[in-house]
């Protein structure tokens, strides 16, 4: 399943997550992943930390890490602090191994952990690549833990009626064309990758009824 483009909202990300898993929680445990493991090219995730303006004081938390090619980056391009929170511990010792290969095992940490129950108060970015379900679930703890300021980017899939304010037109190396959108918000902007086509033509018609959100007041 290819899923290609970029949403930002009022949260910023990330935008999306390289590679996204996550979990829903069960009666008996974690139900099956929502998302498959599915790696976004590494000039899409630059985009995404461009859209969301990271810096070395930034902590970017990627909900769904995979390989922890989101996190990583953000250590190595920004000197930025990062967290992966990933279901599949193959992936968190492949990520830690990825981490150490490029010299940044200091600034990042990787959690084996179910992505919608994790803690995003200390998170000045987050990063998405789930899906509409995960996204929507997602929502209260984005609005009720992030800090005034933090930015959030979703990859693919939007945040429901959290509207964008830009989109952008990103053409990956295997020829793939993504799409960047910005969500406007007084605290957060959100960045989604949305799906080519369809998407492009959604993101048009929310962009044209931006307005002010106020989501985290």
């Not at 902007?189 to 048009?204: D, I, S």
Request: glycine share 8%.
């Amino acid at each position: 399943m290819s899923r290609r483009s970029i949403f930002i909202s009022p949260l910023v990300a990330s935008v999306a997550a390289a590679c996204a898993r996550a979990t829903l929680p069960g009666p008996s445990g974690p139900a099956p992943n929502l998302a498959e493991y599915v790696t976004t090219p590494p000039e899409i995730v630059l985009r995404m930390l461009e859209l969301a303006g990271v810096t070395k004081d930034d902590v970017v938390y990627d909900l769904g890490s995979g390989d922890g090619r989101i996190p990583i980056l953000a250590a190595k391009r920004y000197g930025a602090h990062g967290v992966g929170v990933e279901i599949d511990e193959k992936l968190i010792a492949l990520s830690r191994r990825n981490a150490e290969g490029e010299r940044v095992a200091h600034l990042v940490d990787f959690r084996h952990q179910d992505a919608l129950t994790v803690d995003l108060s200390g998170a000045t970015v987050v990063t998405l690549y789930l899906g509409v379900e995960a996204n929507q679930r997602l929502r209260p703890a984005l609005r009720s833990q992030l800090r005034r300021g933090a930015r959030v980017v979703s990859q693919t899939f939007d945040m429901g009626d959290w509207l964008p304010d830009r989109i952008e037109r990103v053409a990956s190396q295997r020829g793939e064309e993504h799409i960047d959108t910005a969500f406007p918000a007084n605290v957060c902007l959100v960045a989604t990758v949305l799906p080519n086509g369809f998407a492009h033509r959604k993101a048009l018609t929310e962009q044209r009824r931006i307005g002010r959100a106020g989501w985290f007041n």
